[in-house]
């Protein structure tokens, strides 16, 4: 069974850290590209961070840009996302995606997600 599972979310104050992992299992995790998605209530899903299967290409939407840091380690199976400097409005669930290339619209591979609350 293909899956990947999110876990790390929780409850901080603003200024504060969290990490996230996904872990992946039932496909070739070094072939694939993560992703890391998030939706807050009322709000359409958006990309946060990307990381090519080999780690040699990130990319971060703007909004968390020298704040995110997305990183993997593929003989775990594992990608994380750093988060720093939490502001309230990084509050979301948090969706870990797997895709074949990180610029195609395939599906991929989808996570139950983590909560994330950042309390001001």
């Known amino acids: 069974q293909r899956q990947v599972v999110e876990s790390g979310g929780g409850l901080v104050q603003s200024g504060g850290s969290l990490r996230l992992s996904c872990i992946g299992s039932?496909?070739?995790?070094?072939?694939?590209?993560m992703k890391w998605y998030r939706q807050a209530p009322g709000k359409e899903r958006e990309l946060v961070a990307a990381?090519?299967?080999?780690?040699?290409?990130?990319d971060y939407a703007d909004s968390v840009k020298g704040r995110f840091s997305i990183s993997r380690d593929n003989a775990e199976n594992t990608v994380f996302l750093q988060m720093n400097s939490l502001k309230p409005e990084d509050t979301a669930v948090y969706y870990c995606?797997?895709?074949?290339?990180?610029?195609?619209?395939?599906?991929?591979?989808w996570g139950q997600g983590t909560q994330v609350t950042v309390s001001p």
């Open positions: 995606n797997a895709v074949w290339s990180l610029d195609s619209l395939e599906a991929g591979y």
């Open positions: 039932g496909f070739t995790f070094a072939s694939y590209g």
């Open positions: 990381i090519a299967h080999n780690g040699g290409r990130r």
